[in-house]
């Protein structure tokens, strides 16, 4: 097995590999695992598909991790590996960590992670333990060093910036008003500043259906 084959079966799922790595001992790894596979949504295609997903289709909540949870269920199961879902706990899978260990993610000037591919947007799905090591790339640059941090004074209400903690009682409570239309409808403003999150694609509706989430709301 390599991670060309298995990027090429999580594709055909609506899903990418955004990161990989093989956990020391205090990783917070199964038992046994040699490699950790990270995925997130292959955007812009992931959302057709998952609007076309059973999941999306009946009215139980939390559609989006009940599709998750199904399509990397499988997948592990046909490499041998054990599926881990971010909000599965407690405990919870230490996904942060481990994005960072992965050399595809980084600290960004406000706090959130960014990756070198999805920028800003980076979201992780689920991963996957498997038994054996699998042959790793390289760690690429950090897309931050060569840019002009935009992301800093994105936000309309300071809510984000550098070297500060993130005042989620302030973006909530933006994001819930009319003068936070622009970040309630089309995502997060900080966010979609990021040079490489532009290249995500990310339709309306599905930044739409995350922020409904993060307020609390159904998200369809």
Same mark, same amino acid.
């Given at each position: 097995?390599?991670?060309?084959a298995i990027?090429a079966a999580?594709?055909?799922?609506?899903?990418?590999? $955004?990161?990989?790595?093989?956990?020391d001992a *205090?990783a917070?790894a199964?038992?046994?695992?040699r490699?950790?596979?990270l995925?997130g949504p292959?955007?812009?295609?992931?959302?057709?598909?998952f609007?076309a997903s059973?999941? !999306?289709?009946d009215?139980?909540p939390?559609?989006?991790? $009940?599709?998750?949870?199904?399509?990397l269920?499988g997948?592990a199961?046909?490499?041998?590996?054990q599926?881990i879902?971010? !909000?599965?706990?407690p405990?919870y899978?230490p996904?942060?960590r481990?994005?960072? /260990?992965s @050399?595809?993610?980084w600290?960004?000037?406000?706090g959130l992670l960014v990756?070198e591919?999805? @920028?800003?947007l980076?979201?992780?799905r689920?991963?996957?333990?498997?038994?054996?090591p699998l042959e790793?790339?390289?760690? @690429?640059?950090?897309?931050? *060093?060569?840019?002009t941090?935009?992301?800093e004074t994105?936000?309309?209400?300071?809510?984000m @910036?550098?070297?500060q903690?993130?005042?989620?009682?302030a973006?909530?409570?933006?994001?819930?008003?009319e003068a936070g239309?622009?970040?309630?409808? $089309?995502?997060?403003?900080v966010?979609?500043?990021?040079p490489v999150s532009?290249?995500m694609g990310?339709?309306?509706?599905q930044?739409?259906?995350h922020?409904? /989430?993060?307020l609390? $709301?159904d998200?369809r």
């Amino acid at each position: 097995m390599t991670l060309a084959a298995i990027e090429a079966a999580a594709l055909a799922e609506g899903l990418r590999l $955004r990161g990989a790595l093989h956990p020391d001992a *205090d990783a917070g790894a199964p038992e046994g695992c040699r490699t950790l596979l990270l995925f997130g949504p292959d955007e812009p295609e992931f959302w057709a598909r998952f609007k076309a997903s059973p999941e !999306y289709a009946d009215p139980a909540p939390h559609p989006l991790d $009940r599709w998750s949870k199904r399509v990397l269920t499988g997948l592990a199961a046909a490499w041998g590996g054990q599926a881990i879902f971010p !909000y599965d706990g407690p405990p919870y899978a230490p996904f942060l960590r481990w994005a960072t /260990a992965s @050399g595809a993610c980084w600290s960004s000037p406000v706090g959130l992670l960014v990756h070198e591919a999805a @920028g800003l947007l980076i979201s992780y799905r689920g991963a996957v333990a498997l038994p054996e090591p699998l042959e790793l790339p390289e760690a @690429g640059p950090r897309p931050c *060093d060569a840019c002009t941090a935009p992301c800093e004074t994105a936000c309309p209400v300071g809510a984000m @910036g550098r070297n500060q903690a993130y005042d989620v009682a302030a973006c909530r409570a933006h994001v819930s008003s009319e003068a936070g239309r622009a970040c309630r409808e $089309r995502g997060c403003l900080v966010r979609r500043a990021c040079p490489v999150s532009e290249t995500m694609g990310r339709a309306p509706e599905q930044a739409a259906f995350h922020m409904a /989430a993060f307020l609390g $709301r159904d998200g369809r």
